[in-house]
């Protein structure tokens, strides 16, 4: 390890990972990564399940190194931006000409009482991982995810594979809130009673009680969990719970090695222009340990997704290389899967587009994944949402016994480009058995068209 850098990235995620394949040849450059390996966070309820082994999630180091750069393996434990200082828990200093805060975001655990008890934990990181394995290897059979989203429902369905009895618990009134509307919801909240997970909905936790661990999850609708009922379980920390209470209710921003008042932060994380800069020169920061603006909107936005980490960094490389490059803002494309029904979602929902002032005219259609004469055709649901005022397509939702990653990706696309539903039914489109409706009809056209109809009349 040398003293000095051109450039030093702090992370050692999807982030710094593109910004060492597009730049570690072109420079001194270091990724600084505490962590044992990289990992493939969104797949670890799929080890849960068994799905897939753990190696598997690892992501191998030549990702950096062979790129040219240089990986240290140490924590950051302060950065002195007077003197372009960083300063290592192992490894004393090293000094910069730029840096890059690269650093990721750590579970959010609200403070509620009790939340500091053995077998209370969030679910972001390998060591999360491991810690929930080892119980549920040994025994666990109760376990509360407090957080309907899509890793919160992910792993609800993963520990009820494992044959522990699950309840999922979030405030809001439906599942997936920032994802979906209440109609595609409601297929989701079908297929997790069905498949026997205990869903409490309206519910926020108010208090967690217990001795040496977690045995009681109070809810503020006067709901108790409660957890004594369920014989106790040691992990391989040799630690005894009765069952466990995993939050998966967002991210903040891993800022802990910023010890002093000069980088300017907000409550999202560390601001920064459409360049990546920050407030200090030759500081640049990028994904979830950062705080930016929607495309749709122009406001502030939560975009904690490596889907929008990896971009923020491919835009501050072309910036660093000397090419014109702006990241315009989050769009926030996203996807799960429950059971039989593949769900996503991109843009604003219905009831955001309301909340941001928009006036929003839906448009809809149901077809199949493939000619309906075929004998594996699913159903394929797709709602489309447009500002009433410029036509403009805002969000877009798709619910489907098959993949929905592609069309989310494409109604993604329409949005970036600001696309508007005349635009969309022009769409050219092709068609297969196997891979598609008849070509007498496209799922995304016909959505567009409905909108088109509405507009037309009114």
Known sequence: MDNKYDLIVIGGGPAGITLAKRLGNKMKMAIIR???????????????????????????????????????RDTVTNVDFSTSTIHLKESGQITFDKLVIASGANPFIPPVEGYQLEGVMGFKTQRDL????????????????????????????????????????????????????????QYAVEELIRNGIHLVLNSRVERLKGKDFVNEVHLDNGEIIYLNEYAPCIGNNNVTIKGLVIFATGVVPELSFINNSVLETDKQGIVVNAQ???????????????????????????????TNAVPMATVLAKHLSGKPASYRGFINGASTKIYNYYIGGTGLTAKNSVDEGFEVVKGHSQLTTQFPIMPGKKELRVKLLADKNT???????????????????????VIQKESTVYDLIDLSYSAQPYQSFYPAGNAIVMAAEQIVNQLEIN
């Open 130 to 185: 491991e810690k929930v394995m080892s119980y549920v290897e040994n025994g666990l059979k109760k376990a509360i995810v407090i957080g309907a989203g899509a890793i919160g429902i992910e792993l609800a369905q993963a520990l009820r594979h494992k044959g522990l009895d699950v309840s999922l618990v979030d405030m809001a009134s439906q599942l997936l809130p920032n994802l979906v509307g209440g109609e595609f919801a």
């Open 391 to 413: 036509a403009r397509i805002i969000g877009g939702q798709i619910l489907s016994g098959e993949p929905v990653t592609a069309l989310i990706d494409l109604i993604s696309f």
């Open 276 to 306: 990546m800069e920050t407030n200090i020169p030759n500081v640049y920061a990028v994904g979830d340990c950062t705080q930016f603006k929607s495309q749709i909107t122009g406001k502030t936005s939560p975009g904690k997704l490596a």
């Open 34 to 72: 505490p962590e044992e390996y990289s990992m493939i966070y969104c797949a670890m309820p799929y080890v849960i399940e068994n799905l897939i082994d753990i190696h598997k999630c690892f992501k191998t180091d030549t990702l950096v190194t062979g790129s040219g750069a240089e990986l240290i």
